[in-house]
């Protein structure tokens, strides 16, 4: 809990703020999950803390929610045409992906209940950065991804928005 709470610190995700009257205060929680090897041994006890997006509603909190998801067919595709032209695919994953997404709407969530900041205690966090679970985190994170790609030379598919290509000649 405390590892992904200096997570939160290091990518200023939250501002402690007054209780606003005019917002709706999400709820947050704990998800728990052991992380196993092939064997079935646990190597790892995993902590992420997660809003409760359900409570959100629409055109209060959030306007609208976008999840982009490759078409299998565009993956066949790609993966085709690297193989005849000698494209070099690369693939990522991004820890706390979701806490890069920058936050343009207001929203504030509960402190945590055993993480009250004693000074403020009627406080709560307006969010600077998206949250797993909120409804507009996959909008927010996909729109920050894709203005990097565009700020390194890559283009955006013209039929799948989803895949960005760098044109460069293979080696």
Partial sequence: MQ?????FQRNDVRKLVPRPKDHNIIGTKWIFKNKSDGLGVVTRNKTRLVAQGYSQVEGVDFEETFAPVARQEAIRLLFSLACLMKFKLFQM???SSFLNGVMEDEVYVEQLKDFVDNSCPQYVYRLKKA???LKQAPRVWYERLTEFLLDNGYSRGGTNKTLSSNMKTPD
């Fill in 131 to 133: 949250l797993c679970r």
């Fill in 93 to 95: 994953d991004v820890k």
């Fill in 3 to 7: 590892e992904e709470l200096v997570e």
